[in-house]
């Protein structure tokens, strides 16, 4: 079974400090992994995904992940970060295919991201 | 430019009664997912929908029908309420890859 782990319920880093979310995952076969970003009381937005190739994944908003395969890890990261960036973080990985265009989503616990002025 | 809408946004139930969250985006897409979403337990999968007309099981199907009505829309039912089914739920529709989320469901079960 498919699996992601968040090690950090919550983040606190200072505006314009570099900020680092942790994911760490487990699938059968080649990963498709995913950043998505929920504001308070809104569904989640899609930030960033890896499907294959460059290992440096920019998206949304200056964020950026790094996929790792060795150690099973694609950590969000973003050079300096901004009060706005403040939110809960979610980390997800794309399951075995099943036909007809669908897959299993499996997502993380989430990290509340503090950004401190 | 609507992606992925549902409805109602609040709903207070009373326990063992009964109702229908609904869900529909504009995209075209074949996949359509339920997820309900906890506090310290992220989001879980109730069932999806690779296409219309066909359902499966998520993670935590329990309590839950669902109903593909057609490509665009998919329903989510709770024949009777449970107090542990407080939650928000959320749709979401994919075409291949990533996912698109609607707004939410924030329910409550008294």
């Known amino acids: 079974a498919q699996s992601v782990a968040q090690p950090e319920d919550q983040v606190n880093v200072a505006e314009g400090n570099p900020l680092t979310v942790k994911c760490t995952y487990s699938?059968?076969?080649?990963?498709?992994l995913f950043w998505y970003v929920q504001y308070p009381n809104r569904g989640l937005q899609f930030l960033l995904k890896?499907?294959?190739?460059?290992?440096l994944v920019k998206g949304s908003y200056g964020f950026e992940a790094e996929f790792n395969k060795s150690q099973t890890s694609f950590h969000l990261k973003k050079p300096s970060a901004l009060v706005s960036d403040s939110a809960l973080y979610f980390c997800?990985?794309?399951?075995?295919?099943?036909?007809?265009?669908?897959?299993?989503?499996?997502f993380g616990k989430g990290t509340k991201l503090s950004v401190i002025p | 430019n609507a992606g992925v809408t549902q409805t109602p946004k609040f709903q207070v139930l009373k326990t063992g009664q009964s109702m229908t969250l609904q869900c529909a985006q504009d995209?075209?897409?074949?996949?359509m997912y339920w997820y309900r979403q906890d506090p310290g337990m992220g989001l879980r999968l109730i069932y999806y929908s690779a296409s219309e007309g066909t359902t499966d099981k998520g993670e935590v199907p329990n309590g839950y029908n669902v109903s593909r009505l057609n490509k665009r829309e998919f329903s989510l039912r709770l024949e009777s309420a449970a107090p542990s089914q407080t939650s928000v739920y959320f749709c979401?529709?994919?075409?291949?890859?990533?996912?698109?989320f609607g707004q939410g469901t924030r329910l409550t079960v008294v």
């Open positions: 699938v059968s076969g080649n990963p498709y």
């Open positions: 979401a529709s994919s075409r291949q890859v990533e996912a698109f």
């Open positions: 997800a990985v794309r399951g075995a295919y099943s036909g007809a265009g669908s897959y299993q989503l499996t």
């Open positions: 995209m075209n897409h074949n996949s």
């Open positions: 890896y499907i294959t190739g460059d290992n």
